[in-house]
């Protein structure tokens, strides 16, 4: 399952922060509450050998971007196989958030989430199809 992160939303422009911000960087208004997926795309993503104090070594960390343009900076267990682009999914533990890779059954969950109404009426027309080739064969036609 695909966790909701808290974020913001400016109710002039649209933007959304997340983390959560209080003011709209573009406007001079409180944003409103909002959440957003938490799955996104690999904008950047590094491994540091060196990484500063209190982090341990290697340290991967990956700058994922969610729909609506908000943006994370993650620690994620390893960039092996990580892409720009790879999709993501992100999960918050206290003040730090994480990234994993999407599975393929993450990955359809998301699309259909996304696909929305879109979705049901796709479901309604495989559906329709089903039946249709069903009776067929019922009838000897198939």
Do not use: Q
Not at 6 to 13: D, G, I, K, Q, T
Not at 81 to 105: K, P, Q
């Amino acid at each position: 399952m695909i966790e909701r992160l808290a974020a913001s939303r400016c109710p002039v422009c649209g933007l959304v922060a997340a983390p959560p911000a209080r003011w709209c960087p573009r406007h001079p208004v409180e944003m409103a509450r909002a959440s957003v997926a938490g799955a996104g795309e690999v904008i950047s993503f590094t491994t540091l050998h060196s990484p500063p104090a209190g982090f341990r070594s290697p340290l991967h960390i990956a700058l994922v971007e969610l729909a609506g343009g908000a943006r994370f900076i993650c620690h994620g267990a390893e960039t092996l196989g990580l892409r720009i682009g790879s999709r993501v999914a992100i999960e918050a533990v206290g003040d730090v958030y994480y990234f994993s890779h999407l599975g393929a059954m993450d990955r359809v969950r998301l699309f259909w989430s996304r696909a929305g109404h879109a979705g049901e009426r796709m479901n309604a027309i495989a559906r329709s199809l089903a039946k249709r080739a069903w009776k067929g064969r019922s009838r000897g036609e198939g």
